[in-house]
């Protein structure tokens, strides 16, 4: 819904649970402008992403944990928190958490979120497990592309996995591309292709696409992801202040 008072414009969303009524989600934006053209635009994006986080985060205790749908979205939610931190023992732990949520309910997302723990331990320094790591990271996006071929998130993890292991670019952006398809909204996507734009000499048409991501700004676990990539992207642009404001 919108609303607006006393020069105030909010869009605001509530999620309740179909059987019981309880509120699953609920949250806000204040924006400025036209409220017609607020509610599409990325303030909507990010809002959504933002629910759709959290709800994951909820169902374990919201719905039946003995249905391994639910069980691994249990497993999932605390790789994903685990994830968040960004140190070397976390990193290990989400991974582990991933693997579990594989083994309750084989969905092809819960390989590609392994997939790009290891990409994270591999980005901030393997050390002696580098090439194992790299190996698994290989073999766990392939069995991704053969299983969830047609999971727009997965196929959009897998992509932004390889190409920040500096894997083909282009294949990376194709993937990307094939994500979008199916959900323009895609914030995983996106930054992909901006970080393929930028790796390509594109930094024009990056920093544009990085942009919009910004503007959507999940507030969710990995909110400081995207101001990582929005940061490289500036860096390759030559937007140091912005670049030094997103770090």
Not at 55 to 69: A, G, Q, T, Y
Not at 72 to 96: C, I, M, N, V, Y
Request: glycine residues 8%; charged residues 20%.
């Amino acid at each position: 819904n919108v609303a607006e008072d006393g020069g105030k414009r909010i869009v605001f969303l509530q999620v309740h649970h179909g059987g019981d009524g309880r509120i699953l989600f609920s949250g806000h934006r204040n924006v400025s402008g036209d409220l017609a053209e607020a509610i599409s635009t990325d303030i909507v994006q990010g809002l959504v992403h933002s629910a759709v986080t959290k709800i994951n985060h909820r169902m374990p205790s919201v719905f039946d944990l003995k249905r391994p749908e639910v069980a691994a979205a249990g497993f999932t939610s605390l790789g994903l928190r685990k994830l968040a931190q960004f140190d070397p023992e976390s990193l290990s732990e989400a991974h582990g958490h991933f693997e579990k949520a594989h083994d309750t309910d084989a969905n092809g997302i819960y390989l590609a979120w392994g997939a790009f723990a290891r990409m994270a331990q591999l980005v901030e320094g393997g050390g002696s497990d580098s090439e194992a790591y790299l190996e698994e990271v290989q073999q766990l996006t392939s069995d991704t592309l053969q299983t969830s071929s047609d999971n727009g998130l997965a196929v959009a993890l897998v992509a932004l996995t390889r190409i920040m292991l500096k894997d083909d670019l282009n294949a990376s952006a194709e993937l990307a591309q094939r994500a979008i398809l199916w959900n323009e909204n895609n914030l995983f996507a996106q930054q992909t292709l901006a970080i393929a734009h930028s790796a390509v000499g594109d930094t024009e048409r990056a920093y544009q696409i990085s942009l919009a991501c910004q503007k959507a700004y999940p507030k969710d676990d990995l909110l400081h992801l995207w101001d990582l990539y929005h940061s490289l992207v500036c860096i390759s642009s030559g937007r140091l202040d912005e670049a030094r404001k997103a770090s």
